[in-house]
């Protein structure tokens, strides 16, 4: 009965290595308030002036979906009290943003759609509040303030969590693609809003829309929906009306709340900064970011299918991430390694690892190089995938170098057809019965052939020659 | 203007305001109201509006990290600080 | 000593006929004994001075010479100041120490100046008057019954008194001007972005401009040159070279064609009307052209005004919320109690009135019958005066409406404190450079002139005041103190 309706506000901190508009570091983790400099903390009299890097990685963004990059764009003030924002107000780019428009693709079940943007600005982080530390006082500590974002803002054009959730993945993996940001969501350098709010089915009227929070994983985002949905519905099926507000997610209850202090309605009195100008953006700038772009998910995407001839889901899961891709054309690089048993590998093996033991590309402790070595010991048969696979595992858990597991273990894959065919031979003597019933037609009795010879070569044989000697030597 | 209007705003801007003084502030304010409003004699249906005096762009500021750790003098401002946070009565979101 | 300007020191303290230390102490002891009757300024900084002094004599001693090396100076209490008092008039700052240097404190301190003191202000620079201040009314040294302008109060005041050579202010509606013309000295507020705004505790962004008191011109040029030009810090500084003013002011007068506005005698004031005429004639006799224009829409300068500067006020003000520095209140329940007793027990009543009209004049629904079209007269009389210094060099009025008036006379009625700044507002949104100097009295109380330049061209203002003053003697005028 009910449509949902979502639009997404993303928040990514950009990696400067100073602020947007002070000459602060933006490191993560240093001691509380030792990153905040005067102009972080608003000391009477200090006025910001605005980071390059921050504009320019702002443009690689909306060149990257397809924006409009707007010229002269304005910084306001957005006023309101919160001991974390230091002025009393942030800034932020309200009426002229400095990107505006563009789109991305999601593709849900084989099937693509446009999700488009509304805008994206630039604006200032706040600092951090920790009310845990103290039984009644809260702590401020304004390392985080002043650290660049873009928010980006898209249409409400979302159906449902799953869209919104890959939505939340593409733009996430494409501002790593573009190098603007580490995407960490454990460190809160990318997190979202979420705007819901349902619709009579097949109505072009939105309904009342509730705003989640500062919702900073995948998962949550998805269940932070769900939930909003369900509530939302439940409301209506009532007959009562949403009411249009901010709610906060709670993972550990899994449930969204209403924010009290953002209930009175906030009036941020917004006006163009006076300390700031506005931003003017050259053509000239503008081409030559173009012309120093990274390739794209997309681009990445076809290239994958064309040059490597891998299938569209292997290509859409290696291309997701900017740094598996890289790790997967490390390995084919000055190998004859087949790409597609490549992306298997890491798809099936790799990926598995990965997600076992919480590891992103940057950490995994098998590098490309030794992946690679262990690859081509398994295409020109020295070992088995079967071994491979176990030497894989003491790679990834001890960080153990292949070359020495496959030496000090003399594991060698027995490819010598006469040593493989005294063994067939004596399989074939000992195993009468099953051969009889082998050669009256039951086939599947191969594999126990098979087993067998490999139980006799300590799991070293080759199983290519293996099959093809025992087939040719039971055939009547 | 009104009372209630006096009451929202001062909320917005963190000023207290006594119930005794919100007549008074609400004469001086239509006051400066009326001394406001005569900016309507002229009609600027077509002007831009001007937000600064010189018609400059934003100078832009290299990417270099220029501030070191200086907490303790700016926290000689201050004595609700604690192990290097500022300290304020608790928040309940 | 104390009467020598700022160029005849220079020389005596280069030839070595007084050493930096000496002057210090002079002013120090001056000051001493005159300030406790005028109330100028906020904090003496004689220790930091002496210190200082000490530091330039050894310099001069070994032939190391400043520009300005030795020169007492008083910083108005809006700029702030490493490791000293910093309180910009009010108890919100009674007990803040800059843990930095203001931009323009940075360059005069390069310079060789010494600062001596702090001078006294209105709070938050929002007051013609100097009674806003939270440490107390200046007195107008020519009679000390009256006020001596504001906001810069204390910075004219000390100046007219002989307390300091020179001393620095901030002009935002006329707070230089006003005060300048009031105490009968010079005072110029440059163009906007001409100085830095780095490290001056901001009141009205766009509007904020810091300048010069001196006695004379050629000491405003002086000063000018040293604390003007271009800041990495200040994004609305303009990068535009910085003449050697100095040089440009005492350079041989050319003829200059010189616009009355006809607004500006509308209805002023007759002996003020007098004085001004006299000074038009003796300008006139001395190669100046005079041309009536019109400036019709710089009477609602006052309304944008009222309406720009306290918006910007209430959002740049927002900072001082008791949470990092500043006054903070005691016993508060929670945050929201923090924010309001803090700022409530800090700021004074005008502060707040400006404030609360600013918020206003932001908030959701108002925002384009106040703030814009506030924005738009702004670009009006802006236009005004670009068409007029299309036909004249420079525009010549009254600085103010009225001399000096008394202490407490207007100090409960906000509309006639706004509109001293009648004649100086527009400026500061057409972002202008203007300054007063002493042109005549009414009775015994000084009445300033006011020289109004296009954008950047101060030279020429200065070149004009500087020929003003050989002419006429006004600038020499001493007030009688008690206490001298």
Known sequence: MWESVIGLEIHVQLNTKSKIFSPASTNFGAPQNTQACAIDLGMPGVLPVLNEEAVIMAIKFGIAVGSEILDNSIFARKNYFYPDLPKGYQISQYEIPIVSGGAMEIIINGKSKIIHLTRAHLEEDAGKSIHDLYPNESAIDLNRAGTPLIEIVS????????????????????????????????????????????????????????????????????????????????????????????????????????????????????????????????????????????????????????????????????????????????????????????????????????????????????????????????????????????????????????????ENEGMKQISDVDELNKIVDNIIKNNYKSVEEYQSGKDKLLGFFVGQVMKETQGQGNPKIINQLLKEKLKK | MNKETIIKISDLAKIDIKDDQIDDILTSLEKILNLVDEMNSVNTDNVTPMSHPLNLKQELRKDIVGASDERELFQKNNIHTDNGYYIVPKIID | MHNKTVSELKKYLEEKKISSVELTKHFVDRIKAIDPHLNSFISLTEEYAITQAKKIDLEISKGKIRPLAGIPLAQKDIFCTKGLKTTCGSKMLENFISPYNATVVEKLNDAGMVIIGKTNMDEFAMGSS????????????????????????????????????????????????????????????????????YGMIAFASSLDQAGIFTRTAEDCAILLTHISGYDPKDSTSSRKDVPDYEKECKQKFTSMTIGIPIEFLDGLDNTVKEVFEESIKVLEKNGCKFKKISLKSSKLGVSAYQVVAPAECSSNLSRFDGVRFGHRADNTKNIDDLYKKSRSEGFGQEVKRRILIGTYALSAGYYDAYYLKAQKIRKVISNEFAEAFKEVDLILGPTAPDCAFKIGEKSNDPIAMYLSDVFTVSTNLAGLPAMSLPMGFKNHLPLGLQIIGNHFDEAKILSLAHHYQKITDWHTKKPKLSGD
């Open chain 1, 155 to 406: 249409e409400p054009e979302m159906e449902n969590a799953e869209e919104a959730v890959q939505y939340l993945k593409n733009i996430h993996s494409l501002v790593r693609y573009l190098g603007i940001s580490d995407g960490n969501m454990q460190e809160g350098s990318f997190r979202c809003d979420a705007n819901i709010s349902l619709k009579k089915k097949g109505s072009t009227t939105l309904g009342t829309r509730a705003e989640i929070k500062n919702i900073n994983s995948f998962k949550y985002v998805e269940s932070a929906i769900n939930h909003e949905i369900e509530r939302q519905a439940a409301i209506l099926d009532r007959g009562d009306s949403v009411v249009q507000e901010t709610r906060l997610y709670d993972p550990s209850k899994d449930e969204t709340r209403s924010m009290r202090s953002k209930v009175e309605a906030n009036d941020y009195r917004y006006f163009p900064d006076p300390d700031l100008l506005p931003v003017s953006i050259s053509q000239e700038l503008i081409e030559e970011i173009k012309s120093n772009m990274p390739e794209l998910p997309s681009a990445k995407k076809t290239r994958f299918i064309n040059q490597y001839g891998l299938s569209e889901y292997d290509t859409i899961i290696l291309v997701s991430d900017r740094e598996l891709s890289e790790y997967f054309e490390n390995i084919l690089k000055d190998s004859d390694l087949n790409p597609k048993m490549t992306a298997n590998w890491i798809i099936t093996e790799v990926l598995a690892l990965a997600k076992k033991t919480y590891l992103s590309v940057k950490d995994y402790p098998v590098s490309s190089e030794d992946l690679k070595y262990l690859l081509s010991n398994v295409t020109n048969e020295t070992i088995s995938s079967k071994q491979a696979k176990d030497v894989f595992e003491r790679m990834w858990d001890n960080k153990e170098n292949p070359r020495d597991i496959i």
């Open chain 3, 130 to 197: 100097n009674e806003t201040s939270y440490f107390g009314d200046v007195k107008n040294p020519w009679d000390i019954e009256y006020v001596p302008g504001g906001s810069s109060g204390g910075s004219a005041a000390s100046v007219a008194a002989r307390l300091i050579p020179c001393s620095t202010g901030t002009d935002t509606g006329g707070s230089i001007r006003q005060p300048a013309s009031l105490t009968g000295v010079c005072g110029i507020k440059p163009t906007y972005g001409r100085v830095s705004r």
